[in-house]
């Protein structure tokens, strides 16, 4: 007997990666939690006879010689779990996109940073040459889309696009997965949303805008989608919502829509699991109350924001001036032979201005190129201090609308940093 198995609050990633997993294990069949989110539970009451699916296990646990563990890699995550432990004689594979180390006996994983887990199982599909069916294909589909926000999550990779293709071109019907992606929000949803409208406050932390709420619970809610519907009309660059149920425990959802923000970084002192972009963790109520939770939450907040690549690293050293008498033509042949696009005026301890090649673009009269620089240079000067994170200088530049920043050390200008710099950091060409 093998079995594949997922995660409990089932989604469809969940619900592709074990389907996906039986035509890699032939025989298999996958074992669906009763407990999956509302619009997975939609979709399988019209689909579930299209697959092999079971909703629990029929047999001893002396009996499985097979567990493939899809989408999740700890025991609490599993409905079965009490079950699983017992199968001591079974092979146990893991198909995860989920970084954190698991605490289940793994004899082979395939476990990669990809959007969804159903794309690593449809790579080895695709090279074992296995045919899938159209609704196979829409299956998959909406666990891609899903996991990835339709392609849009920075945790996507181009591999899940190719594969989004793929899976198109094997029949996936996209009105489908459209349907079944925008559910309706139920009464009790739409009173949680209402209260997060009123009690989630912003803060401003490391340049970036932080929602954090609290809210208590009376009853059972589908609160994932409530989270991705608040983030998506908050003008926040990251939410962390802390919900709080009768029994005192929480449950604590984050969602970024920034790189540099990773709300499982940000989760992982309560031992977090999840991606970088979207994340969630239970928490005991030993752990103090809900105002403690989100104090934790800003202070990891704050610990994570000061974290990243520092202006030293990227900024050109040593930096070259030149004196406020310097002709405008010098200036221009200096840029031009050095293929730099500004240049400071004055020494590194006596910083005047900086001329920039825009400047030299406004130059109409022969005269001017004869003018010293210092007729044409910017006197205020915006700078920045060799320590300071590169995201700060990135800030900078889009506040002030400016290209080039100075970098000091103390009172001495050290190097400069350009936007050309952050931008060869942000597509990974340092």
């Given at each position: 007997?093998?079995?594949?198995?997922?995660?409990?609050?089932?989604?469809?990633?969940?619900?592709?990666?074990?389907v996906a997993?039986?035509?890699?294990?032939?025989?298999?069949?996958a074992?669906c939690?009763?407990?999956?989110?509302?619009?997975?539970?939609?979709?399988?009451?019209?689909?579930?006879?299209?697959?092999?699916?079971?909703l629990e296990?029929s047999?001893?646990?002396?009996e499985?010689?097979r567990?493939v563990v899809?989408?999740?890699?700890?025991?609490?995550?599993?409905?079965?779990?009490?079950?699983?432990?017992?199968?001591?004689?079974?092979?146990?594979?893991?198909?995860?996109h989920?970084?954190?180390?698991?605490?289940m006996?793994i004899?082979r994983?395939?476990?990669?940073?990809?959007?969804?887990?159903?794309?690593?199982?449809?790579?080895?599909?695709?090279?074992?040459?296995?045919?899938?069916?159209?609704?196979?294909?829409?299956?998959?589909?909406?666990?891609?889309?899903?996991?990835?926000?339709?392609?849009?999550?920075?945790g996507?990779?181009?591999?899940?696009?190719r594969?989004?293709?793929?899976l198109?071109?094997?029949?996936?019907?996209?009105?489908?997965?459209?349907?079944?992606?925008h559910?309706?929000?139920?009464?009790?949803?739409?009173?949680v949303l209402?209260?997060l409208?009123r009690s989630?406050?912003?803060?401003?932390?490391?340049g970036?805008?932080?929602?954090?709420?609290?809210v208590r619970?009376d009853?059972?809610?589908?609160?994932?989608?409530?989270?991705?519907?608040?983030?998506?009309?908050?003008?926040?660059?990251?939410?962390?919502?802390?919900?709080e149920?009768s029994?005192?425990?929480?449950?604590v959802?984050?969602r970024s829509?920034?790189?540099?923000?990773?709300?499982?970084?940000v989760?992982?002192?309560?031992?977090?699991?999840?991606?970088?972009?979207?994340?969630?963790?239970?928490?005991?109520?030993e752990k103090?109350?809900?105002t403690?939770?989100?104090?934790m939450?800003?202070a990891s907040?704050?610990?994570?924001?000061?974290?990243?690549?520092?202006?030293?690293?990227?900024?050109?050293?040593?930096?070259?001036?030149?004196?406020?008498?310097t002709?405008?033509?010098?200036?221009?042949?200096?840029?031009?032979?050095q293929?730099?696009?500004?240049?400071?005026?004055?020494?590194?301890?006596?910083?005047?201005g900086?001329?920039?090649?825009w400047?030299?673009?406004?130059?109409?009269?022969?005269?001017?190129w004869?003018?010293?620089?210092?007729?044409?240079?910017?006197?205020?000067?915006?700078?920045i201090?060799?320590?300071a994170l590169?995201?700060?200088?990135?800030?900078?530049?889009v506040?002030?609308?400016?290209?080039?920043?100075?970098?000091?050390?103390?009172?001495?200008?050290?190097g400069?940093?350009?936007?050309?710099d952050?931008?060869?950091?942000?597509?990974g060409?340092v």
């Amino acid at each position: 007997m093998q079995i594949t198995v997922t995660h409990k609050s089932t989604d469809f990633d969940g619900l592709s990666s074990i389907v996906a997993a039986t035509l890699l294990y032939p025989g298999a069949v996958a074992i669906c939690p009763r407990n999956v989110n509302k619009n997975v539970q939609t979709f399988l009451s019209l689909h579930k006879t299209a697959y092999n699916l079971a909703l629990e296990v029929s047999v001893q646990p002396g009996e499985v010689s097979r567990v493939v563990v899809c989408d999740c890699n700890q025991w609490q995550q599993l409905e079965n779990a009490d079950f699983l432990q017992q199968c001591k004689e079974a092979e146990f594979i893991l198909w995860d996109h989920h970084q954190q180390a698991t605490d289940m006996p793994i004899q082979r994983q395939y476990v990669e940073q990809t959007g969804a887990t159903v794309t690593l199982l449809l790579r080895h599909i695709q090279e074992k040459g296995i045919a899938i069916t159209p609704s196979q294909a829409t299956l998959f589909l909406l666990g891609l889309y899903e996991d990835t926000g339709q392609l849009t999550f920075s945790g996507t990779t181009p591999e899940d696009i190719r594969t989004a293709a793929y899976l198109v071109e094997q029949g996936g019907d996209l009105e489908i997965v459209v349907n079944f992606l925008h559910v309706a929000y139920n009464d009790m949803q739409k009173k949680v949303l209402y209260r997060l409208m009123r009690s989630a406050r912003q803060y401003q932390i490391g340049g970036k805008i932080i929602s954090v709420g609290v809210v208590r619970l009376d009853q059972h809610v589908k609160l994932a989608a409530v989270v991705q519907l608040y983030a998506s009309i908050v003008d926040a660059d990251a939410v962390f919502i802390v919900f709080e149920n009768s029994q005192g425990d929480y449950f604590v959802i984050g969602r970024s829509r920034l790189d540099e923000i990773d709300v499982r970084a940000v989760l992982s002192p309560f031992g977090c699991g999840g991606h970088a972009g979207a994340a969630a963790v239970t928490i005991k109520k030993e752990k103090g109350s809900a105002t403690d939770i989100r104090d934790m939450i800003l202070a990891s907040l704050h610990t994570v924001a000061a974290q990243g690549p520092l202006v030293a690293e990227l900024m050109s050293s040593p930096v070259m001036t030149v004196p406020p008498e310097t002709p405008m033509h010098e200036v221009r042949d200096i840029m031009h032979d050095q293929q730099i696009r500004g240049l400071l005026v004055g020494n590194s301890s006596d910083l005047q201005g900086i001329v920039v090649l825009w400047d030299l673009k406004k130059l109409t009269l022969r005269k001017q190129w004869d003018s010293p620089v210092k007729a044409f240079m910017r006197r205020s000067v915006m700078t920045i201090g060799a320590d300071a994170l590169v995201r700060e200088a990135a800030q900078l530049m889009v506040q002030k609308d400016i290209g080039h920043l100075p970098v000091t050390s103390g009172k001495e200008v050290v190097g400069i940093i350009t936007r050309t710099d952050i931008l060869r950091y942000l597509y990974g060409m340092v």
